[in-house]
């Protein structure tokens, strides 16, 4: 069986400081892994992904996500917060039911603070 | 550019009236999805097309139905809206089904049932 636990429903942060999203996985064969970001009353919209190619990932927006299999792992992380950050974020693991499936974490709302 | 499409963004309408929420896609994608989204909860699988194929989740209730006439179009039909349908309806397309392919959504249609 697959899940995602996303520590953390809600994440406040200062503009210019770290960003850290976390993400841990549970899967019985190599994950796939996704980051999504959802804005007020819109669609999700792909950050990154991971699919085994590197293990540091970079994707829109600034942001990073570190594979760490030893830990299960999949942190999304951006060096430097901007006001337009403030949003949802969803972290996802593919193939469940043999297809890609995407098994959402419960979600992320992160702040911004000036 | 290609997107994925869906009309209305906002829809009313009243208890047990039935009501047909669109999408369209211009990626020329074979996998076709239905999500529901209610307010700060994590994307819900309703069902997919494969091409032609219909694939229901185990879970969802009979009062959901979805028709795609073409590869363009995929449509969610709920038959008899009760209070508890009211949420987000988020399509979504895939070039396939392999694990690490990309889901890419719309922006979703936010329906309010009165």
């Known amino acids: 069986a697959q899940s995602v636990t996303q520590l953390g429903s809600h994440v406040s942060v200062s503009e210019g400081a770290l960003v850290l999203l976390r993400c841990n996985y549970s899967?019985?064969?190599?994950?796939?892994l996704f980051w999504y970001v959802q804005y007020p009353n819109q669609g999700l919209q792909l950050l990154l992904k991971?699919?085994?190619?590197?293990?540091l990932v970079k994707g829109i927006n600034g942001f990073e996500a570190e594979f760490k299999k030893s830990e299960t792992s999949f942190h999304l992380t951006k060096p430097s917060a901007h006001m337009r950050d403030a949003a949802e974020y969803f972290c996802?693991?593919?193939?469940?039911?043999?297809?890609?499936?995407?098994?959402f974490g419960a979600g992320t709302r992160l702040a911004v603070h000036p | 550019d290609a997107m994925v499409i869906q009309n209305p963004r906002y829809q009313v309408t009243q208890f047990g009236k039935p009501v047909t929420l669109s999408c369209s896609q211009t990626l020329n994608h074979n996998v076709m999805y239905w999500y529901q989204q209610k307010s700060s909860q994590a994307p819900k699988l309703l069902f997919h097309y494969y091409d032609k194929d219909f694939n229901n989740e185990a879970d969802t209730p009979d009062n959901f139905q979805s028709r795609r006439p073409n590869t363009s179009f995929c449509f969610l039909d709920i038959r008899s809206p009760g209070l508890g349908d009211a949420a987000m309806y988020l399509c979504a397309t895939s070039r396939d089904r392999g694990f690490q392919e990309t889901q890419y959504f719309g922006p979703g249609t936010r329906l309010l049932v009165l």
């Open positions: 996802a693991v593919s193939g469940w039911g043999g297809y890609n499936k995407l098994i």
């Open positions: 991971y699919t085994s190619a590197a293990t």
């Open positions: 899967s019985s064969v190599p994950p796939y």
